[in-house]
């Protein structure tokens, strides 16, 4: 694995149950890793105990102080503040690259047509398939990140391999030369995602990589951000993104799977990037 590469997952108060790195592991991943708590985690001292010096602990309060959460009050339940520390400390250690993931993605898989159905292999090495994101983003002009897909994105079968989707969520490969600051206390992945492709500078998602979860959907597992999923109305998270664009975000409602109804967000994608133009447009 490359020297100028390494993973971080953030995590908190889940000192125990870290489903990404037994992922890592179980699948052969040769390079640098570690976990990123802060430092009002209760369990930091299980971590450290457990982990050494693979564990990095951040400032949760500096960072909240120099970061755009969209919001007037100290909200300091978000992961964004982890996030933030990470593109500090990627570039502090001379990465080229590195990836941040969440703490609960059960594993990585393989998707590809087959028929009209999108085939799932689990057989995919961790080495190689970080060299791959990596190739990609490095070799490429103007990609900030790129994400594997989530499972959400797999409904209309074969059809999916076709989505080149302008967001991502619960792992990143980023390139350091390109800077990111994120924003927003909730949904600070589809919010900052927003906000830089409409810059045109590339967020993506590449859909032959899945990256799954065991109770996929947003603030399900305990520990992480659930705390803060349990006092706020699915509205309010959503709204941050009707904020940061509102020419282009918007909510609506979506059946969910208790029988109930969901606010969730919704984007103009088509009309709200860059794009690039067939040539027979050109004068």
Request: aromatic letters at 10%; glycine letters at 8%; one cysteine or more.
């Amino acid at each position: 694995m490359r020297d100028d590469f390494a993973v971080f997952i953030t995590s908190h108060k889940r000192p125990n149950k870290q489903k990404t790195l037994d992922w890592l592991h179980k699948h052969r991943y040769s390079g640098k890793w570690y976990l990123v708590i802060d430092g009002m985690d209760e369990t930091k001292e299980e971590y450290l105990q457990k982990y050494g010096d693979h564990v990095l602990v951040f400032d949760k309060e500096k960072q909240w102080k120099r970061t755009d959460t969209l919001n007037n009050t100290k909200h300091l339940a978000a992961v964004i503040f982890a996030r933030q520390f990470v593109e500090e400390k990627a570039v502090e250690m001379g990465l080229k690259s590195f990836m941040v993931a969440d703490d609960d993605i059960s594993g990585f898989c393989a998707r590809m047509p087959k028929g009209e159905k999108m085939a799932r292999s689990k057989n995919v090495d961790a080495d190689r398939m970080m060299d791959a994101f990596n190739n990609f983003l490095l070799g490429a002009g103007g990609v900030a990140s790129i994400s594997p897909g989530t499972q959400n994105l797999y409904m209309e079968g074969a059809k999916a391999i076709n989505k080149f989707p302008r967001k991502a969520s619960n792992a990143f490969f980023r390139n350091t030369a390109i800077k990111v600051d994120w924003k927003s206390a909730m949904n600070e992945d589809i919010i900052t995602c927003v906000e830089y492709n409409r810059r045109g500078i590339l967020m993506c998602t590449a859909m032959p990589i899945c990256a799954e979860t065991a109770k996929a959907g947003t603030g399900q597992a305990v520990g992480g951000m659930r705390a803060t999923y349990d006092v706020m109305s699915d509205f309010e998270r959503g709204f941050y993104a009707v904020i940061e664009d509102p020419s282009r975000c918007y909510l609506k409602m979506t059946k969910s799977k208790k029988g109930g109804y969901q606010f969730r967000i919704a984007r103009d994608w088509k009309d709200g990037d860059p794009m690039i133009l067939n040539e027979r447009w050109r004068k």
